[in-house]
């Protein structure tokens, strides 16, 4: 069974930068796909940023050169660095990963004030 331990997320102010962090138990070569979602009261979950088969970087247009998704294999953990934070990125932050089976981190809390 593979397990994801994410980090405490917080609270900053508009502009501020915070960085999420996610452990896995496996090795992250046996995940063909990794990456971030968040989600929004009253929404649902949304794709944040992910990398598909350890090269393909996606993002969300929002958060298109203000979020940086990256890995580090020998921790067996990634990272969401996310700076220029606003409001609207308020949110629970899970992070995930897809091998046979699909897997969640608890969800972190997020929040962005004025």
């Known amino acids: 069974q593979v397990r994801l331990m994410e980090s405490e997320g917080g609270s900053v102010q508009a502009g501020g930068s915070l960085r999420l962090s996610c452990a896995a138990s496996?090795?992250?070569?046996?995940?063909?796909?990794l990456g971030w979602y968040r989600q929004r009261p009253g929404q649902q979950r949304e794709l944040v940023a992910t990398i598909t088969d350890y090269d393909n970087f996606k993002y969300a247009d929002t958060v298109k050169g203000r979020f940086t998704i990256s890995t580090d294999t020998a921790k067996n953990t990634w990272y969401l660095q996310m700076n220029s934070l606003k409001p609207e990125d308020t949110a629970i932050y899970y992070c995930?990963?897809?091998?046979?089976?699909?897997?969640w981190g608890q969800g972190t809390q997020v929040t962005v004030s004025s």
């Open positions: 496996t090795s992250l070569l046996s995940l063909h796909s």
């Open positions: 995930w990963g897809g091998g046979i089976s699909f897997y």
